[in-house]
């Protein structure tokens, strides 16, 4: 459980709302040494596209993942063209209980999670899962990503219907027997939750603080390797969700 209590000593609430200020000149130096290496924690895996995926249609549609420390997640799908909000939250439990200091206690059943809104003529459902499991997160990893322990950060799909959930089961099945991650995958598929969104604080992280030594490490890479692996989903713009708010 270090891992949990390194992270929410990282994550308070007032050095979140501080951001760069709060770091200091000592953080600032730190950064500097974290920048160098452009490797991560985790390194993105080539993937198959899913045989199975949804109609491409017009008008939104949501989908909600879980995949570790939201500030990654959420800040590799405000890259992806045809996401027009992602937004970093809690799914999996009670509204009462969706407080960033509650569900660090592994406790509520909540993952941290992110909901994305998209374009389906855009970029598909099946687009997303693809970008979910070989660049947002390791999908092989059991109530853990990297250095955050706990169910809350859990691998999750939280379909929003039968149509999401066929085409994530789906793919999952296709991923495990192509063996294309040196283990299985270990995501769950979660029906009938709600989102809940995150404090403001921890909204649009990683845009917000990119010198902060826990981004620099484990998420400007997964930018990165989006970028990398797909060029024709990736935008240089984030969509944010601060920004949206205000206007």
């Known amino acids: 459980m270090n891992g949990i209590k390194t ?13 760069v200020a709060a770091l200091g000149l000592a953080a600032v130096a730190a950064a500097a040494f974290w920048q160098t290496p452009a490797r991560s924690a985790e390194d993105a895996v080539v993937i198959p596209p899913p045989a199975v995926d949804e109609k491409a249609a017009g008008g939104t549609e949501t989908a909600i993942f879980a995949g570790g420390c939201f500030w990654g997640v959420q ?82 799909i939280f379909a929003e219907n039968d149509e999401q959930k066929k085409v994530a089961e789906s793919y999952i099945a296709q991923l495990d027997k192509a ?49 990398s692996l797909f060029p024709k989903l990736y935008t240089e713009k984030p969509v944010l969700v601060l920004a949206s708010s205000k206007s």
């Not at 000593?9 to 050095?15: C, K, L, M, T, V």
């Not at 604080?201 to 030594?213: E, G, I, K, R, S």
């Open 179 to 227: 063996k294309v991650f040196a283990k299985p995958i270990v995501t769950t598929l979660e029906t009938g939750k709600t989102f809940y969104p995150a404090e403001d604080y921890h909204q649009d992280f990683l845009t917000l603080n990119p010198t902060y030594p826990y981004i620099v490490y484990n998420d400007l890479p997964k930018i990165e390797n989006l970028k």
């Open 7 to 19: 992270k929410a000593a990282r994550r308070s609430p007032f050095f979140t709302r501080g951001a």
């Open 75 to 156: 800040g590799v799908f405000q890259h992806v063209k045809g996401v027009s909000k992602a937004v970093s939250g809690y799914t999996g439990g009670s509204a009462e209980n969706a407080v960033y200091e509650t569900v660090g206690s592994g406790r509520t059943g909540h993952a941290e999670s992110v909901e994305i809104t998209y374009d389906p003529s855009k970029v598909t459902y099946g687009q997303l899962l693809q970008v979910y499991f070989s660049v947002a997160h390791n999908p092989t990893q059991l109530n853990y990503q990297g250095p955050d322990q706990g169910t809350q950060y859990r691998s999750t």
